[in-house]
């Protein structure tokens, strides 16, 4: 743990600035839970009118309190914060949680004020958390410093980090309700210095702590983010419900992958790189941290189901297929030793339905019997309210057998009023319980995850030394082309082969003569397409011509194609039209790149053509791309899955995929002048036979294209 956070999590003793005796201000609430919550720390009261509290002295100011203190929780008026501080340096408290309200959420005058906080605590060597946060509760040590109304969460092994204050109270007493509860819970408030990347390793190194959950608004270091947290999840699992969801695209963007970039994608991305789990709902934060902090991870995707009834097996063999995991096949000898076990009409096929009458002892019995079968790497149990025995003597059976287990068992308890009990008595025994066989499902799945992150091995950037990254950047800088922020094709194209992308040989044509001339020396058939940095889509003004066999048809076709574009876009600066070899049939895909304001340079795959946009079957992952990465982005996505072979299509050269995807990677985090590059279509060929950029598109950021204009 880093040494200046050790006051926050283990503090020795803690000075309340702004304990009151009024029990109406939350000064007195405070004070009440660091007196009632069992810290056995020293615990030290400052207000300026003195007094008792607690049966506890209230000393005027900080210089008074006695030691050990080395945590200040500051609740005092937001223009009183700054000289605190002074007060804490000056102490030598070197850690302080802030309470107090009225900095940067509620406008610019609180902004300049928190800004001035943070620079004064920096250099006065204090670490902040808040302001504007509700505080730091450890269940274990035990500790509160928040002003929340009691009673605090339950003991337990999730921890809770939270941008929202107001969600935390929400939180515990949710928790409490299902049953379970927190070892850690950390508000972070408006963040003036400590951050999710700050808090990730500490509360990771709580020995309490088996699973950490984030409720995140955003983050203030996405490659940081990332860092921390992969280093955390390799230890223990990270579940994060990311809210504030951005529902259009990037405005700058001039490509289909800056437009499918948008912020949740960035996210996706970074967390598939941590190895984080996102939710999509508190509901599945909580439902998935439950499993997690209580069940052991499966060695396989193979679920067995069991039930008392047919339509609620069905319903969990659907859920379970939906999941991404599978149905076990269960073995002979298992099936075998169920018949003996249950009536002849039930079923010992998978989902095994033990029928409405089975008792407590048929449910344990089978249970165990599917746990000692090979081939089933978890279970899931579907309870509704039985209609001979209560449902908590079901459970009381099977709890025995899922102690004794060392595979994952959920249960699905279908009801409310006739399973309460059943569901005190599973959580009583940290067995997850859930009110739906599709919620059970899901947490089956993410223990799978989980299992899946563990086994594999870790992965460093993929890079290539033979890349040409100086010859790029000489290329930036001598163009004294005015074309503006896009990269006119024949330089996009050595862009792309300065890093081992192939791409069909074309070159820029100004006339129809320069154009025929052009075709004979790249080799008819050709492609012709019109050149202008403001036309984005070029068949959609109809600035594309395709398989023209000889002289007579290019000289046309320039004329066309110019003709075409001048009508349909006025306003575009035509720079000529670009002629191209044109190259065999075979698959297309979409490969692209774009930088992220937060995350940095991202890689898009996924289906090609004109509709990649309406069809969204594309992935993203952070670059520099490792191996995992690219064979996480064909696998998550149809185009990627189709290089295969599909149908009548033969299997493509995945391998020249993979080689492209892992280049231009390497390419845009090399190349920070870079902002967007777009091959689309990538055209895959069979086997062993390569893959070829068709269309090309490169976008510089702002300053290279600044750059470009100060060159012209």
């Given amino acids: 743990m880093d040494p200046t956070l050790l006051p926050f999590f283990r503090p020795r003793g803690i000075a309340l600035v702004g304990a009151s005796h009024d029990p109406v201000k939350l000064g007195h609430a405070v004070a009440a839970n660091l007196v009632h919550c069992g810290y056995r720390g020293a615990v030290h009261f400052v207000n300026p009118r003195g007094g008792r509290l607690f049966d506890r002295p209230v000393y005027p100011h900080l210089e008074a309190v006695p030691d050990p203190v080395d945590l200040a929780v500051l609740i005092v008026p937001a223009a009183a914060v700054p000289d605190t501080l002074r007060a804490c340096a000056a102490r030598g408290v070197r850690a302080a949680v802030v309470l107090s309200g009225g900095f940067r959420e509620v406008g610019s005058e609180g902004e300049a ?256 019997l599917l746990l000692a079968d090979p081939g089933v790497h978890s279970v899931l149990v579907i309870l509704p309210p039985p209609p001979r025995d209560p449902a908590e003597a079901v459970v009381e059976a099977i709890v025995p057998v899922v102690r004794a287990s060392a595979k994952p068992v959920v249960v699905a308890l279908m009801g409310e009023a006739l399973v309460r009990a059943a569901g005190e008595r599973l959580r009583a025994a940290h067995v997850p319980d859930y009110r739906s066989p599709e919620r059970a499902a899901g947490a089956l799945a993410v223990l799978w995850q989980r299992a899946e992150l563990l086994a594999r091995p870790v992965s460093t950037p993929v890079r290539y030394p033979d890349v040409g990254r100086t010859e790029v950047g000489r290329l930036l800088a001598g163009l004294s082309s005015a074309a503006g922020e896009v990269l006119p094709p024949e330089h996009a194209a050595r862009v792309l082969a300065a890093y081992g992308i192939p791409h069909a040989p074309g070159e820029l044509a100004t006339s129809p003569e320069e154009a025929v001339e052009a075709a004979q020396r790249v080799g008819f058939p050709v492609a012709l397409k019109v050149a202008s940095p403001q036309i984005v889509h070029k068949s959609e003004v109809g600035g594309v011509l395709l398989d023209l066999l000889d002289a007579a048809a290019v000289a046309a076709g320039f004329a066309r194609i110019v003709a075409c574009a001048r009508l349909a876009a006025p306003r575009a600066h035509i720079t000529g039209v670009y002629v191209q070899r044109m190259v065999p049939p075979g698959q297309e895909v979409v490969v692209g790149a774009v930088r992220d304001l937060q995350f940095g340079p991202l890689v898009m795959f996924g289906s090609g053509g004109v509709e990649v946009e309406e069809l969204r079957d594309v992935a993203f992952a952070l670059a520099p791309l490792t191996e995992h990465d690219v064979e996480d982005l064909l696998q998550q996505t149809w185009a990627g899955r189709r290089l295969r072979g599909y149908r009548h299509l033969p299997p493509a050269d995945q391998a020249a995929v993979r080689d492209v995807l892992l280049r231009l990677g390497q390419l845009v985090d090399d190349v920070p002048d870079i902002a967007e590059v777009e091959i689309n279509p990538l055209r895959v060929f069979p086997a062993g036979q390569g893959a070829v950029a068709v269309d090309m598109r490169v976008r510089l950021q702002a300053a290279g294209a600044a750059l470009l204009r100060q060159a012209g």
């Fill in 113 to 368: 004020l928190e800004e001035e906080c943070r620079r004064l605590a920096r250099a006065l060597g204090i670490r902040l958390l808040g302001p504007n946060c509700v505080g730091l509760i450890d269940t274990h040590l035990p500790l509160d410093v928040t002003f929340l109304p009691p009673p605090g969460p339950l003991p337990g092994e999730v921890a809770f980090i939270s941008h929202s204050g107001a969600i935390c109270a929400a939180v515990i007493d949710w928790a409490s309700g299902q049953g379970f509860g927190l070892s850690l819970l950390v508000s972070l408030g408006n963040q003036a210095d400590l951050t999710e990347s700050d808090v990730l390793a500490a509360v990771a190194d709580d020995p309490h702590t088996r699973v950490l959950t984030l409720y995140l608004e955003g983050v203030r270091n996405g490659r940081r983010f990332v860092e921390e947290a992969a280093a955390v999840a390799r230890r223990k699992p990270i579940v994060a419900l990311k809210v504030g969801r951005s529902a259009g695209g990037r405005r700058a963007a001039v490509s289909h992958t800056g437009a499918l970039a948008g912020e949740e994608a960035a996210y996706d991305a970074a967390f598939r790189r941590a190895g984080v789990i996102r939710a999509q709902t508190s509901e599945e934060l909580f439902d998935w941290s439950r499993a997690l902090a209580w069940c052991p991870p499966p060695a396989g995707p193979a679920v067995a189901v069991l039930t008392n009834a047919g339509g609620p097996g069905v319903i969990a063999a659907d859920a379970v297929e939906r999941s991404g995991l599978r149905l076990a096949e269960l073995q002979e000898g298992t099936q075998a030793a169920l018949r003996q076990l249950l009536p002849p009409l039930a079923s010992v096929g998978n989902p095994v339905d033990i029928l409405a009458s089975a008792s407590p002892e048929q449910y344990a019995g089978t249970l165990r």
